[in-house]
């Protein structure tokens, strides 16, 4: 299946657009089958998003919830992705019978990488899938052009077997844990979430093809991907 063209959306109002389009997104996915499987972003650009979403009336029920990536940090620490969207509208989401499948950041990464696959190959056996296909996978993007934890010159980005990595990004001198491309390619549908004018250059670098950044090598073989970009001029967050 030839792949679709990426979609860009300016939002003005960016958290509750934003929350608009997933939501809608998720009420057409949730006619078509039993579950549905939505991989949420890190960072701190999706915060506001989510709490909005916590508001919505989604199929909680029919939800289950994976990470892109996580920091190698306990569920409760300041930085743990986890953390943020448990506060923001997993609480919530859990309450209404959503399911979350947490990446175990307080874990050797390794094992980490290792308990994560194993509760996705489940999730995608019994959804009768060979690679589990999110239904929804929400991506950031960093200024250099990294996304998930697909950080420029790191390992991961050459994984073509497993679905989540450990993966040790040495600019920064941290492991971090992340799905690979074969996991995020295999998705219905990819939602990068940007809301930094400062990023809009590697976004059009990106969009322009060729630009080798991490980013740009989620290009789903039978899915699509859309843009969500809103304006802020401040930094977008630690
Ligand atoms: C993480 C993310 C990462 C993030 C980008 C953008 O764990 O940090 O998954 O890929 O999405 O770095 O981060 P901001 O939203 O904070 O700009």
Not at 10 to 26: G, K, T
Not at 29 to 55: C, D, F, H, M, Q
Not at 181 to 208: C, G, H, M, W
Request: charged share 25%; with cysteine.
């Amino acid at each position: 299946m030839s792949r679709l063209p990426a979609h860009v959306h300016r939002l003005e109002a960016f958290a509750v657009e934003a929350a608009d389009w997933i939501a809608q997104r998720l009420e057409h996915l949730a006619e078509s089958r039993g579950n549905l499987v939505i991989a949420l972003a890190g960072g701190s650009t999706p915060e506001p998003i989510y709490r909005e979403l916590a508001k919505r009336p989604l199929p909680w029920k029919a939800m289950v919830f994976t990470f892109g990536d996580e920091r190698c940090v306990p569920p409760t620490d300041p930085s743990s992705n986890y953390r943020m969207a448990h506060e923001a509208m997993l609480a919530k989401a859990a309450e209404q019978g959503s399911r979350v499948i947490r990446i175990a950041g307080e874990l050797d990464p390794e094992k980490a990488a290792t308990l994560c696959e194993a509760e996705l190959r489940e999730l995608a056996e019994q959804r009768n899938e060979e690679i589990l296909r999110h239904d929804l996978v929400l991506l950031g993007l960093g200024d250099d052009g990294h996304t998930a934890s697909l950080f420029p010159h790191t390992q991961a980005l050459t994984e073509t077997e497993r679905w989540v990595a450990a993966n040790h990004v040495l600019k920064l001198n941290i492991w971090r844990l992340t799905f690979t491309y074969p996991l995020l390619n295999a998705a219905k549908n990819v939602a990068f979430l940007v809301n930094d004018v400062r990023k809009e250059r590697v976004i059009q670098e990106i969009l322009a093809g060729g630009s080798g950044h991490p980013a740009e090598g989620v290009k789903p073989t039978a899915g699509s991907v859309t843009w969500l970009l809103g304006h802020k001029p401040e930094a977008s967050g630690p």
